[in-house]
């Protein structure tokens, strides 16, 4: 997709893994509790936790991080709580529970608490603010720098204390502030990554851990984007064959699955050149491409894509531009029950600030040139796009660096890995990179489906096996294969 588109208290010194002699005394955010009060219609309850901005020396100042429950319904026991991470980064956890808490999630809300959160940078939790992008204009490693310079005066207090590391020590003060003896967790996407590093850093306090849809722990930031790249144009090929077989009412042409793969990328370079005017805005290569890598998160959005593709077919483009603009990352809900509209929130930059602290890589428009051929080898159609990507931390204001690569967690217990073999944005091969690099013998259940993630594909075998091991501690088999 284009840039464009874009806690039980315990001993002080136990509770930091903070290199020294000296640890900071972290009591007092271990031993907060938090007031819960109506927030929406639906039953779900808000409240919050104040936690340091940098862990190392909390004098540097605080930050609440917003917090939503749905209390436990029953029937049978309370368990405790689950905090959720929907991924992005820069999704809001308390908007897309708001819309997933009454269904997908409703089994699990019999026995347990369920807790969505902003992280830190996101949503209600100190946002990242970085005004209004600046205008498409010129090269776009200049756009980049342009941005992170709106970044840096707007929300440069806050850049180096965001990211995964720290968001991980939120959530074991959010643990204790929970009443929770152990950590119960589901993560979907990055929110994969964000358990595992949990697990790492805490694993004596690690409890049942599902992660769904996993990230690549330990890459840079080139393989992971090369990675996507090919993932990407399998599940394109899926959808085309998958089309084809629907005869005449397939809108792609082509005389067979070679020529319709090249005809799409074709529309996408006269897309460039050329774009198509809508009464909503422009059908550029941008929109065009985020489109289709919307469909492809999940199987269930692909007769909408054939729909959108048969409207551009008769010269209308703005089917495929709202589909765009819906977004592509994660899970999400356009329509949570406190009103707010997570198309106006700040993902896009909470993303940015994340992603940008979580790595060190800061690649030149030199070198994305230079990997330009092996991306479009990956992919002829989301390739080079993808390989833009590699520019997005040009300029950022706040040094990263590759400390939440390191998920080793030999010592936590086993967490359930839950990947797709057809996912376009975590590569199935991903988690068996997590498994091994955490080190526990963390068992892989494979969905042999396509789309982003498998606990909300409708597999009643990936449901079950999920709800399981969260409800009754039950593992499932080394190498379960679900349909």
Same mark, same amino acid.
């Given at each position: 997709?284009?840039?464009?588109?874009?806690?039980?208290?315990?001993?002080?010194?136990?509770?930091?893994?903070?290199?020294?002699?000296?640890?900071?005394?972290?009591?007092?955010?271990?031993?907060?509790?938090?007031?819960?009060?109506? @927030?929406?219609?639906?039953?779900?309850? @808000?409240?919050?936790?104040? +936690?340091? *901005?940098?862990?190392?020396?909390?004098?540097?100042?605080? !930050? &609440?991080?917003?917090?939503?429950?749905?209390?436990?319904?029953?029937?049978? /026991?309370?368990?405790?709580?689950?905090?959720?991470?929907?991924?992005?980064?820069?999704?809001?956890?308390?908007?897309?529970?708001?819309?997933?808490?009454?269904?997908? *999630?409703?089994?699990?809300?019999?026995? %347990?608490?369920?807790?969505?959160? &902003?992280?830190?940078?996101?949503?209600?939790?100190?946002?990242?603010?970085?005004?209004?992008?600046?205008?498409?204009?010129?090269?776009?490693?200049?756009?980049?720098?342009?941005?992170?310079?709106?970044?840096?005066?707007?929300?440069? $207090?806050?850049?180096?204390?965001?990211?995964?590391?720290?968001? =991980? $020590?939120?959530?074991?003060?959010?643990?204790?502030? *929970?009443?929770?003896?152990?950590?119960?967790?589901?993560?979907?996407?990055?929110?994969?990554?964000? #358990?595992?590093?949990?697990?790492?850093?805490?694993?004596?306090?690690?409890?049942?851990? +599902?992660?769904?849809?996993?990230?690549?722990?330990?890459? /840079?930031?080139? $393989?992971?984007?090369?990675?996507?790249?090919?993932?990407?144009? $399998?599940?394109?090929?899926?959808?085309?064959?998958?089309? !084809?077989?629907?005869?005449?009412? @397939?809108?792609?042409?082509?005389?067979?699955?070679?020529?319709?793969?090249? #005809?799409?990328?074709?529309?996408?370079?006269?897309?460039?050149?050329?774009?198509?005017?809508?009464?909503?805005?422009?059908?550029?290569?941008?929109?065009?491409?985020?489109?289709?890598?919307? !469909?492809?998160?999940?199987?269930?959005?692909?007769?909408?894509?054939?729909?959108?593709?048969?409207?551009?077919?008769?010269?209308?483009?703005?089917?495929?531009?709202?589909?765009?603009?819906?977004?592509?990352?994660?899970?999400?809900?356009?329509?949570?029950?406190?009103? =707010?509209?997570?198309?106006?929130?700040?993902?896009?930059?909470?993303?940015?600030?994340? /992603?940008?602290?979580?790595?060190?890589?800061?690649?030149?428009?030199?070198?994305?040139?230079?990997?330009?051929?092996?991306?479009?080898?990956?992919?002829?159609?989301?390739?080079?796009?993808?390989?833009?990507?590699?520019?997005?931390?040009?300029?950022?204001?706040?040094?990263?660096?590759?400390?939440?690569?390191? +998920?080793?967690?030999?010592?936590?217990?086993?967490?359930?890995?839950?990947?797709?073999?057809?996912?376009?944005?975590?590569?199935?091969?991903?988690?068996?990179?997590?498994?091994?690099?955490?080190?526990?013998?963390?068992?892989?259940?494979?969905?042999?489906?396509?789309?982003?993630?498998? %606990?909300?594909?409708?597999?009643?075998?990936?449901?079950?096996? +999920?709800?399981?091991?969260?409800?009754?501690?039950?593992?499932?088999?080394?190498?379960?294969?679900?349909?």
């Amino acid at each position: 997709m284009g840039l464009g588109l874009w806690l039980a208290v315990g001993s002080t010194t136990a509770l930091v893994l903070v290199g020294g002699p000296a640890q900071p005394d972290l009591t007092r955010f271990y031993a907060q509790r938090i007031t819960w009060s109506a @927030c929406a219609a639906d039953g779900m309850q @808000c409240g919050s936790i104040v +936690v340091p *901005l940098d862990y190392a020396t909390p004098s540097r100042g605080t !930050a &609440d991080i917003a917090l939503s429950r749905y209390p436990a319904t029953g029937p049978g /026991d309370r368990i405790g709580s689950l905090p959720v991470n929907f991924g992005g980064p820069g999704v809001s956890g308390i908007d897309t529970l708001a819309g997933r808490a009454g269904t997908d *999630l409703a089994v699990l809300n019999t026995r %347990y608490d369920l807790i969505g959160f &902003d992280p830190r940078g996101v949503g209600r939790s100190v946002p990242v603010d970085c005004g209004e992008p600046p205008p498409a204009e010129g090269e776009l490693i200049e756009q980049v720098r342009r941005l992170a310079g709106q970044c840096g005066q707007r929300s440069g $207090r806050i850049l180096p204390w965001i990211g995964t590391t720290n968001v =991980s $020590r939120d959530l074991d003060v959010m643990r204790a502030a *929970l009443g929770d003896e152990k950590l119960d967790y589901l993560g979907f996407s990055y929110g994969t990554k964000l #358990g595992a590093v949990y697990a790492h850093q805490f694993p004596d306090r690690a409890g049942r851990l +599902v992660l769904d849809g996993v990230e690549d722990p330990a890459s /840079d930031s080139e $393989r992971v984007a090369l990675g996507q790249a090919a993932a990407f144009q $399998r599940a394109l090929e899926a959808f085309v064959k998958d089309c !084809a077989a629907q005869g005449k009412a @397939c809108p792609i042409e082509g005389a067979d699955q070679r020529a319709r793969m090249a #005809g799409l990328a074709d529309r996408s370079e006269r897309l460039a050149h050329d774009p198509l005017r809508t009464a909503v805005g422009d059908l550029g290569q941008d929109e065009y491409l985020a489109a289709l890598q919307t !469909a492809l998160y999940s199987a269930d959005s692909w007769p909408v894509l054939s729909e959108a593709l048969a409207a551009l077919r008769a010269g209308d483009g703005e089917p495929l531009l709202l589909l765009a603009q819906d977004g592509g990352s994660d899970v999400r809900r356009r329509n949570p029950s406190d009103g =707010s509209d997570p198309g106006r929130t700040n993902y896009a930059v909470a993303k940015l600030a994340v /992603d940008c602290r979580d790595t060190s890589d800061r690649y030149t428009a030199g070198q994305v040139a230079a990997a330009g051929a092996a991306f479009a080898a990956a992919s002829p159609v989301f390739g080079r796009a993808i390989a833009d990507s590699m520019l997005a931390c040009a300029g950022w204001p706040s040094a990263g660096d590759n400390t939440s690569r390191d +998920v080793r967690a030999a010592d936590a217990p086993k967490a359930l890995l839950v990947s797709t073999k057809g996912d376009p944005a975590t590569p199935y091969a991903n988690a068996r990179r997590m498994s091994d690099a955490l080190g526990n013998g963390s068992p892989v259940l494979t969905f042999n489906g396509q789309g982003h993630g498998a %606990y909300f594909a409708h597999s009643t075998c990936v449901t079950e096996a +999920v709800d399981g091991f969260l409800l009754e501690g039950r593992l499932p088999a080394a190498a379960t294969v679900c349909d």
